[in-house]
């Protein structure tokens, strides 16, 4: 069990540019979660999929973040047109239908 | 919509002493609970979790935590800490609505001197 995978580990763009963060969930997890996590504002939710459809997305800003699960294998969270304050690290994690998560490494953007 | 408040941002103890992390919370219905650990670097890594019945849970490594109604509280504590508890724990709560969202503390960064 390989534990849940995130790539890349470190990501740097230019503002304006496009990123686009990857999950591969721990096999026969059926949700997905994306969490954001920065010094001011902590651990914050984006996003939640179960058996990849989209169940919440109430913490996606509505403006250049877009998230999907085109199977049950991967998540990919994408960010056009990177700002400065969208540099933080994204996290992903997995669970089977339940409260326990489990976390990959994450991924750590940073918009130049 | 559930809050929570870890009101300490950092613990520093020394090896062998015990520990109590605080962790209060803010919900009026049903409500799950969970500890995790942040490794300097790493993802969360959970420690245990508490929905109903006996409010002492043990979690890996030695810890427990213990859930009181009447205080909103979900404390963390180990008896006798490791120079390898050093990281920062995060207290999470997700209403018990079947969406399994988290809502996450601050975090307490623990420093244990060797």
């Known amino acids: 069990n390989a534990g849940v995978i995130q790539t890349p580990r470190h990501k740097v763009t230019g503002k304006g540019q496009e990123a686009t963060l990857w999950c591969e969930p721990i096999s026969g997890h059926s949700a997905v979660f994306w969490y954001r996590q920065t010094i001011v504002q902590g651990l914050e939710f984006l996003t939640y999929f179960r058996n990849q459809a989209p169940i919440d997305d109430s913490g996606m800003p509505k403006e250049r973040f877009s998230a999907q699960m085109p199977n049950q294998s991967h998540s990919t969270l994408k960010i056009q047109s990177t700002q400065p304050q969208d540099s933080a690290v994204y996290l992903c994690?997995?669970?089977?239908?339940?409260?326990?998560?489990?976390f990959g490494p994450g991924t750590r953007l940073t918009v130049l | 919509t559930q809050t929570v408040s870890q009101s300490d941002a950092h613990v520093t103890v020394f090896e062998g002493d015990s520990v109590e992390l605080r962790c209060n919370y803010s919900?009026?219905?049903?409500?799950?609970l969970s500890w995790y650990i942040q490794h300097h670097g790493h993802g969360l890594q959970f420690l245990l979790k508490y929905y109903s019945g006996n409010p002492v849970v043990q979690g890996v490594n030695g810890f427990e935590a213990e859930f009181s109604k009447s205080d909103s509280s979900f404390h963390l504590r180990k008896a006798s800490v490791h120079w390898s508890d050093s990281a920062v724990y995060f207290c999470a709560v997700s209403a018990n609505t079947g969406n399994y969202k988290y809502v996450f503390g601050a975090g307490t960064r623990l420093k244990v001197i060797a």
């Open positions: 919900y009026g219905g049903s409500i799950y």
């Open positions: 994690a997995s669970s089977l239908i339940s409260y326990e998560q489990y």
